[in-house]
């Protein structure tokens, strides 16, 4: 359409200031959000509609360079999120789930990741890029699920084994991604004439990042903790909350953690450590700073999502997209299953684990970064995992949010009135 590039010549001529530009995507995706429950649909949803029509895409508001710019939004509402999950996972209720939920996350990460190989290694024959988008495939996008949940109050042992198994399962993601990366890279260096890469060091990158973000977050999360016992007010308590998760997610920047995992050790913590009052402080505080977080926070995702990619798609995402939901749903039920969960996990955790978007593109982007330097193979591979990985990811962060919805009210956890 003419239009576009157009009302895009415009807008770049105005020369929007920044903060103008957050208070224009915030209010009119908090309230493209209200208007989704006339469709019974999440109200996130019409966030990433809004931040995808104000994106490069279309009307270009939120640029890329805006987009650059707000990134440390995209990080603090991460690991606003994993102290959310992390408070959740009180040792107590975990025990009575027990095997269940380790049974879910091994076997949903390891059948998501033998399916989409396997998929894609029947279409192409390509080996290293079958592990590649295998590896990607058990990443998860927690925000989304978190997100349904905080939106419609759910309660229940579906919601806990939820919070689990979404923050738990990217700490197994990174670990294969780690090997399965090692491995094909072996692969393209013994096809270039190059050595192998040792067995050490195939392990010792991922093992090390998720133990030292593991280890991180517990000693952030005791120092956390004597500071809190010492705070009498639930304002208080709140702002040295909000500071210990900008510098929990600050370290984890600089040293290359999983912000994730990170913060989510400092809300398991918190939870099984400290008295019930000033948990229930920062569970009621943060409750009151989400719905902003989210909003900000798909707004912005959305405008990420570059509709002229979708034509891209091809066949390669068609198995990905296809394979990854079968891996990760059958995963699941089998998982519970063997874990001898209840009915309902069983029948339902699957469809509330399916949102996929900032750690699997971040593992695509690695891949297109180091993949380079194997030759032509290696380019191609990194060219064709963020592709699929990017396009792939809006339908993904669309239909993740309502599965997670249709599951929960399945469950009958939530009261969608």
Not at 89 to 117: H, P, R
Request: glycine residues 10%; hydrophobic residues 55%.
């Amino acid at each position: 359409m003419v239009i576009i590039p157009v009302i895009q010549d415009f807008i770049e001529g105005l020369h929007v200031p920044i903060l103008l530009t957050v208070g224009i995507l915030t209010i009119l995706a908090f309230y493209t959000g209200r208007t989704m429950k006339y469709l019974r649909l999440p109200s996130i949803i019409g966030a990433m509609i809004m931040g995808a029509l104000l994106g490069p895409s279309l009307i270009n508001l939120v640029s890329e360079n805006v987009q650059e710019q707000l990134s440390f939004i995209t990080d603090i509402a991460l690991g606003f999120v994993a102290l959310s999950i992390g408070l959740e996972l009180n040792m107590d209720s975990l025990k009575k789930q027990g095997w269940g939920i380790i049974s879910i996350i091994l076997s949903e990460c390891f059948t998501a990741f033998i399916l989409v190989a396997g998929g894609i290694y029947l279409l192409t024959g390509d080996l290293p890029l079958a592990l590649i988008f295998g590896a990607v495939a058990p990443a998860s996008a927690p925000a989304g699920t978190v997100a349904i949940i905080q939106e419609y109050k759910a309660r229940g042992s579906l919601t806990k084994a939820l919070y689990a198994v979404v923050g738990f399962d990217d700490g197994l993601g990174i670990i294969i991604f780690g090997f399965a990366a090692a491995f094909a890279k072996s692969i393209l260096i013994a096809d270039m004439g190059g050595p192998a890469v040792g067995f050490r060091e195939m392990i010792g990158e991922p093992f090390k990042e998720v133990v030292l973000s593991l280890a991180v977050g517990t000693i952030i999360a005791l120092l956390f903790s004597i500071l809190v016992r010492k705070t009498k007010s639930g304002r208080d308590i709140f702002i040295v909350t909000f500071a210990t998760v900008f510098i929990a997610t600050g370290i984890a920047q600089y040293f290359h953690f999983s912000l994730i995992l990170t913060n989510m050790m400092i809300g398991i913590v918190a939870v099984n450590t400290q008295p019930n009052q000033v948990y229930q402080s920062i569970s009621e505080q943060l409750k009151e700073v989400m719905p902003l977080i989210f909003v900000l926070f798909f707004g912005l995702a959305g405008s990420h999502l570059h509709l002229s990619l979708l034509p891209a798609l091809g066949l390669i995402g068609v198995i990905y997209f296809v394979c990854r939901t079968a891996g990760l749903m059958s995963g699941a039920w089998f998982g519970a299953v063997m874990g001898k969960a209840e009915k309902k996990i069983r029948k339902y955790l699957g469809l509330g684990i399916l949102s996929q978007a900032g750690v699997a593109i971040g593992l695509a982007l690695i891949v297109k970064d180091d993949f380079t330097e194997y030759g032509t193979w290696g380019a191609h591979i990194g060219t064709a995992v963020i592709t699929t990985v990017t396009v792939t990811s809006i339908f993904f962060e669309i239909l993740g949010p309502i599965t997670t919805k249709i599951a929960l009210k399945k469950a009958g956890e939530i009261n969608t009135e």
